[in-house]
């Protein structure tokens, strides 16, 4: 459904996005993640065509953005960050004039559609200006489903959402993303692990990363770590050497246990046997597994203090704040 292959973009000498590749698959909700600065709003910018590309391709739904533009864009409902909304219209008014300008038939239903989706109906005749900045956001999104398309590329879609209304968006990409194609950027890690079947992860304009969240604990993690904690203590660690797989032993604090294996093989049957067999009372065990958080922070601050990594290529600094060029729109 979305091909990017090679997608580059540079201000003079300065390059914000850097040789970018990956594939979206419709049912797909791919999470778009990286630092500030890192690229992600001039990418997303890119794959919608409001950007031209220094060099590389984005096809969407078979149709090249910069080569067949208009067909490109019909496939797409983009939801960005700062969603431009016209305060003194009301909610039916401005996604009826969003309808007009996107030459849809059927009007009325679309809209009714659309509201209805983000939970919005209720609202439909009062001025935008009145809402609350969640209601704004769900205006938003109701404007990028206006035309049903096969592709959705949201910016930070829950940002100024109460607790109920990110319930109901995160629901709702839920329910989108199995029949449409969904590129998701946020800031809120666990709402990746909720939502996403994949991510990438940039850095300095260029990809880290594309896998799985559950592949990229699996290739971060290394050796599997087991916490024990019992009511006896001190324990003889060095008993747990004995069984196949363990690396590592420590009592960290008296009765908390952490033990290293080489993953090749699941230890924790004979783990426990061994603390019941020593009668070392074992009130829990569990296995700790590396946070999205600390995969993120794993991929992103490598070879670079992390309060150096907004420093260079800064996406806000250099192409959110810079209008294109007439030729570069061209």
Not at 55 to 66: F, K, P, R, Y
Not at 315 to 328: F, L, M, N, Y
């Amino acid at each position: 459904m979305i091909e990017v292959v090679g997608l580059t973009k540079r201000y003079g000498d300065v390059t914000v996005v850097d040789d970018v590749s990956f594939t979206v698959a419709r049912g797909e909700v791919l999470g778009f993640l990286g630092p500030n600065g890192a690229g992600k709003t001039t990418t997303m910018r890119m794959l919608t065509g409001y950007l031209p590309a220094t060099s590389g391709t984005v096809t969407i739904a078979g149709h090249d953005v910069m080569t067949d533009p208009l067909n490109a864009r019909r496939q797409i409902g983009y939801l960005p960050e700062g969603v431009p909304l016209y305060t003194e219209m009301t909610v039916s008014g401005y996604l009826d004039h969003m309808a007009r300008l996107r030459n849809l038939p059927n009007r009325p239903e679309a809209i009714e559609r659309a509201m209805e989706l983000v939970h919005l109906a209720y609202r439909a005749h009062d001025r935008i200006g009145k809402l609350s900045k969640g209601q704004r956001q769900r205006v938003g999104l109701a404007q990028a489903l206006l035309h049903n398309p096969d592709v959705l590329i949201l910016d930070e879609p829950t940002v100024g959402l109460d607790p109920r209304q990110i319930i109901e968006v995160r629901e709702l990409i839920r329910e989108l993303g199995a029949t449409r194609t969904v590129i998701l950027s946020t800031h809120i890690l666990p709402e990746v692990s909720m939502l996403c079947n994949r991510v990438v992860i940039i850095k300095k304009g260029a990809v880290v990363a594309v896998d799985t969240p559950a592949g990229l604990t699996a290739r971060l993690q290394g050796a599997e770590r087991i916490e024990l904690q019992t009511a006896t203590s001190p324990v003889d660690v060095t008993r747990f050497y004995s069984i196949p797989g363990v690396t590592n032993a420590t009592e960290q604090t008296p009765g908390h246990i952490l033990i290293e294996t080489d993953s090749s093989r699941e230890v924790r049957p004979d783990i426990a046997k061994l603390a019941v067999d020593a009668q070392w009372n074992l009130l829990e065990m569990r296995k700790i597994t590396l946070s999205l958080e600390a995969i993120f922070l794993e991929l992103t601050t490598q070879e670079d203090p992390i309060e150096n990594v907004t420093e260079s290529a800064d996406e806000d600094a250099v192409s959110t704040d810079t209008i294109p060029t007439e030729q570069e729109r061209a």
